[in-house]
């Protein structure tokens, strides 16, 4: 375990992800959005944080309707964040800081301006024509009933060839056709191509979409009329993909993935975990989404998590999320959002210490919160769609708040999205100086996850303190183990748990100070208290 060599080939499993936004996260060059020599400029702020590997959004061309994730060049940086030489900058003062990089690959769909779409559209024989997925009207009609996930119809009729075409999002992002196997290796060409500039790992999009059935069933219709997703998703050559592609992935070594495996609330552990095969032949890493979609309650948490590790394959990792650019910010989760920082101290202290590995949104360590986003600023063109029935994801796609200057330090330009208005007092410089502040806790925690490695790969076993309002579990390896208690509620608890006295404190959420050195099997948590214990 100790060997220097598992720690390289895992430090996926042990280390910490951040996840960057690169529209948001720095601007460099004052055109209002964040770009890659604003990141290379806060690396030493992410050495700091302690985290082991960034993940970024995708950063590749795009005409930008999706922010990206619709991708005219797999070969290339966004001129909005620079180029490949910054690129090859940014990879190198990362890797000398010990710092991994993590790409955003989008396979399930390009842009509709990708040269390979519009060869694919020009006429019915091109050699690109199979690389999506084309169908003749039926009976004059779409094909069927399939939508997209915003409950429109997922055919477009395209006048040029009198065809439509598939499109699981946007029109603007048409699929790929997975079933082509030149489509398919030209694919493989760009992992490599990323694999080879040196990139360590790759968050795969929507991952699951890729395969449609092939006969193209109509999807049951559900509950108010929507249609389930049944045939469009899911689809077991899903799997077949994703080994060819972790074979590709283990001639380099020290590689990882992370495939985003969506499903609606409450979220379904056993599909995720279905893409990462037996454990080692498909993706290293999914993304479960019953984190989001949890109450605030100790108990739900508890059966969120034992559901999780539950559905795993017996040698899957885990990992975990709370907030992301598609879901928002967690501190704003739940309604009413009482006891907003209290809360994203416990929840960073269970990140940090549940077996498995985290993952940060940027921000999220700061506890900055969705902004209100007016009608006119709105980006998101989900937002543009459907407002203000929904008003798209911008709130939670914000600059990132570094210091109490004009635009939070983010940029000497007006940015892209407004700042929110809590940055004189949210952002990184002032809460460096406070030993009370989100800051200072995930600082604490990450540094405390490094040192104390049972928490990184140690086993885990929830411990049933008699008090339902407090999550407690025990991180063991050989015979050491670290306890951690967490008291959900906005009251004091108390919990029972035998064997305590042969423990000590090791960190608190709100100080140590006032612990007592001794430990004995009652114990008594303030509100929204947590406790790390070690066996001594
Ligand atoms: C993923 C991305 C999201 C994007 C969608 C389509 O869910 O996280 O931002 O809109 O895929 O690519
Ligand atoms: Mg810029």
């Known amino acids: 375990m100790s060997s220097n060599n598992t720690e390289q080939t895992y430090w996926w499993k042990y280390g910490v992800v951040y996840h960057i936004y690169?529209?948001?996260?720095?601007?460099?060059?004052?055109?209002?959005?964040?770009?890659?020599?604003?990141?290379?400029?806060?690396?030493?702020?992410?050495?700091?944080?302690?985290?082991?590997?960034?993940?970024?959004?995708?950063?590749?061309?795009?005409?930008?309707?999706?922010?990206?994730?619709?991708?005219?060049?797999?070969?290339?940086?966004?001129?909005?964040?620079?180029?490949?030489d910054d690129f090859m900058q940014l990879l190198a003062q990362a890797h000398s800081r010990g710092l991994k990089v993590i790409m955003d690959l989008v396979l399930n769909h390009t842009s509709d301006q990708h040269p390979w779409f519009l060869e694919s559209r020009s006429s019915k024989n091109n050699p690109k024509r199979g690389w999506y997925i084309w169908e003749p009207p039926k009976l004059g009609k779409k094909p069927n009933n399939w939508m997209t996930n915003f409950g429109q119809s997922a055919w477009t009729y395209d006048s040029f060839t009198n065809e439509y075409y598939y499109h699981s999002f946007f029109k603007e992002q048409p699929d790929l056709n997975w079933r082509n196997s030149e489509l398919r290796s030209e694919m493989y060409d760009v992992i490599r191509f990323w694999l080879e500039l040196g990139v360590d790992g790759f968050r795969l999009d929507v991952i699951n979409l890729i395969f449609k059935d092939k006969h193209l069933r109509k999807n049951p219709i559900g509950f108010l009329l929507s249609k389930k997703k049944v045939y469009n998703r899911n689809r077991p050559s899903v799997c077949e993909v994703l080994t060819e592609f972790r074979s590709i992935l283990d001639e380099y070594p020290h590689k990882t993935s992370v495939g985003e495996i969506y499903s609606p609330p409450p979220g379904d552990p056993d599909l995720t975990a279905r893409f990462q095969g037996n454990g080692s032949d498909m993706l290293h890493m999914a993304f479960d989404f019953s984190a989001f979609f949890s109450r605030w309650s100790a108990k739900a948490y508890y059966e969120m998590i034992k559901n999780y590790y539950q559905a795993l394959p017996k040698d899957g990792w885990p990992c975990f999320v709370f907030s992301n650019h598609d879901l928002g910010r967690s501190t704003n989760r739940w309604m009413f959002s009482f006891y907003k920082i209290e809360k994203a101290k416990v929840r960073a202290m269970l990140l940090l210490t549940l077996k498995g590995t985290p993952f940060i949104y940027y921000g999220d360590e700061i506890g900055m919160e969705n902004v209100n986003i007016s009608r006119s600023q709105i980006h998101d063109m989900y937002g543009k769609l459907f407002y203000p029935f929904y008003k798209g994801r911008d709130a939670y796609r914000t600059p990132m708040q570094w210091n109490s200057q004009i635009n939070a330090g983010f940029s000497k330009t007006r940015p892209w999205?407004?700042?929110?208005?809590?940055?004189?007092?949210?952002?990184?410089?002032?809460?460096?100086?406070?030993?009370?502040?989100?800051?200072?806790?995930?600082?604490?925690?990450?540094?405390?996850?490094?040192?104390?490695?049972?928490?990184?790969?140690?086993?885990?076993?929830?411990?049933?303190?008699?008090?339902p309002k407090v999550l407690s579990y025990r991180r063991y390896f050989e015979n050491k183990s670290i306890v951690v208690i967490l008291n959900f509620s906005n009251n004091s608890e108390k919990v029972e748990i035998s064997g305590l006295r042969d423990y000590s404190y090791l960190y608190s959420i709100s100080d140590l100070d006032n612990c007592d050195d001794t430990l004995s099997d009652i114990l008594v948590l303030k509100a929204f208290e947590g406790f790390i214990l070690s066996s001594k």
């Open 417 to 467: 999205l407004p700042v929110h208005k809590n940055y004189k007092t949210i952002n990184v410089e002032n809460e460096e100086g406070r030993r009370d502040s989100i800051l200072s806790l995930y600082r604490g925690l990450i540094q405390l996850r490094k040192k104390y490695t049972i928490l990184q790969y140690g086993d885990f076993e929830f411990i049933d303190s008699g008090n």
């Open 22 to 84: 690169p529209q948001s996260f720095m601007d460099s060059d004052e055109d209002g959005f964040g770009d890659l020599k604003g990141i290379i400029q806060k690396l030493d702020y992410l050495v700091s944080l302690g985290i082991d590997a960034v993940w970024l959004s995708p950063i590749y061309p795009s005409p930008m309707v999706d922010s990206g994730y619709d991708i005219t060049d797999y070969k290339n940086i966004n001129p909005l964040y620079g180029n490949i």
